[in-house]
């Protein structure tokens, strides 16, 4: 595994090498959720939330999110995104958000997909916070990931 720390000899931070790593079909899916109030809950479901469309709002926030990881990352490899979906659904004590991402290329999507999950939670507390600002974004996780040297993972 040494092939793959982020310091170099001397101890300094640096972005691992992949050019030498083949390309090949790669996803990640990961999951969160914002937990809010049953007034935000019933807010949402009757689409009558005061700032809007919430849900709407945090599937572009993910979306951007993910497109905008190696901004927000250091170290992440900017590559190519081929495919991001981020679904949005009210449960009954938390918005539950999940986001997928696609790529061909030689590094893996993980933190894209997290960052998606991250970025539309925010969006929906930013969306919330005048009717409930203890909403907090929790369980933020990979649920699973294709592809690579590694292979298939899923969380068990």
């Known amino acids: 595994m040494s092939d793959f ?3 170099d000899d001397t101890g300094s931070a640096r972005m691992v090498d992949v050019s030498g790593k083949q390309v090949s079909t790669r996803t990640a899916t990961a999951r969160g959720r914002v937990v809010v109030s ?7 479901r009757d689409g009558s939330l005061p700032k809007g469309d919430a849900l709407a709002v945090a599937r572009v926030a993910g979306i951007m999110g993910a497109k905008r990881t190696p901004d927000l990352v250091p170290l992440c490899h900017p590559i190519a995104l081929h495919g991001v979906s981020v679904d949005v659904r ?21 933190m894209e997909a997290l960052t ?13 916070k005048g009717v409930d ?8 996780r990979v649920m699973a990931k294709t592809g ?9």
């Open 90 to 110: 009210v449960d009954d004590d938390a918005v539950e958000i999940e986001a997928t991402v696609r790529t061909a290329d030689r590094t893996g999507v993980e």
């Open 133 to 140: 600002p203890a909403a907090v974004i929790t369980d933020v």
């Open 116 to 128: 998606a999950v991250v970025v539309a939670g925010l969006a929906v507390i930013d969306m919330v």
């Open 38 to 44: 049953p007034t935000v809950v019933t807010l949402l």
């Open 5 to 7: 720390t982020h310091l």
């Open 148 to 156: 690579g040297v590694t292979g298939d993972w899923s969380r068990p």
